[in-house]
T-cell receptor, first 118, second 112 residues
Framework: DGGITQSPKYLFRKEGQNVTLSCEQNLNHDAMYWYRQDPGQGLRLIYYSQIVNDFQKGDIAEGYSVSREKKESFPLTVTSAQKNPTAFYLC?????????????????FGPGTRLTVL | RKEVEQDPGPFNVPEGATVAFNCTYSNSASQSFFWYRQDCRKEPKLLMSVYSSGNEDGRFTAQLNRASQYISLLIRDSKLSDSATYLCVVNEKKSSGDKLTFGTGTRLAVRP
């Protein structure tokens, strides 16, 4: 089955520790995205990558880092510099280069990781 | 002003009711528009894209008014399974790639 996987589903960490969230997709999508969602707020973009070995900061990149060494993988590291890391983290992917009908801009989301920093 | 604003909700309606959600966006350069559905503690999933001429998918109808920068979603004959949060999403094309901006969502609860 094609899809996006995120692991783990729930993650607990102590304050001050770095933690890396996994995101893998086998949809052959070029673009990948990381969002965080807090209660009562919309999804906010952390980082995104259009192609391998390239990525850009989103709206709330401070305290996060990413890498894109392979097309299938886009891990997110939440560093100790992130002041309020407890949130629901969602990874998404989208085919690149398609134009025309809006349907081609659909982003497919992974199941998410709930990070709690104690 | 928020980039994408939605009705605050929650909407609490009986089965069979018709319910409408509204959404406004601030960037007139926005190019494409979507409604996503998000169930509690799950990831968002695309419900439908919104086309300029309006479009329908079964019980769901989406409308776009570019002049007013307004998007709507109409759900007819509500089912219990329609209970979820509905996210209005707007796409802008930037030189660095497409950027989706999400509204905070409108929660719908359909009661028996």
């Amino acid at each position: 089955d094609g899809g996006i996987t995120q692991s783990p589903k729930y993650l607990f960490r102590k304050e001050g520790q770095n933690v890396t969230l996994s995101c893998e997709q086998n949809l052959n999508h070029d673009a990948m995205y990381w969002y965080r969602q807090d209660p009562g707020q919309g999804l906010r973009l952390i980082y995104y990558s259009q192609i391998v070995n390239d990525f850009q900061k989103g709206d709330i990149a401070e305290g996060y880092s990413v890498s894109r060494e392979k097309k299938e993988s886009f891990p997110l590291t939440v560093t100790s510099a992130q002041k309020n890391p407890t949130a629901f983290y969602l990874c998404a992917s989208r085919p690149q280069g398609a134009s025309g009908r809006a349907r081609y801009n659909e982003q497919f989301f992974g199941p998410g990781t709930r990070l709690t920093v104690l | 002003r928020k980039e994408v604003e939605q009705d605050p909700g929650p909407f609490n309606v009986p089965e069979g009711a018709t319910v409408a959600f509204n959404c406004t966006y601030s960037n007139s350069a926005s190019q494409s528009f979507f409604w996503y559905r998000q169930d509690c503690r799950k990831e968002p999933k695309l419900l439908m894209s919104v086309y300029s001429s309006g479009n329908e998918d079964g019980r769901f109808t989406a409308q776009l008014n570019r002049a007013s920068q307004y998007i709507s979603l109409l759900i007819r004959d509500s089912k219990l399974s329609d209970s979820a949060t509905y996210l209005c999403v707007v796409n802008e094309k930037k030189s660095s790639g497409d950027k989706l901006t999400f509204g905070t969502g409108t929660r719908l609860a359909v009661r028996p």
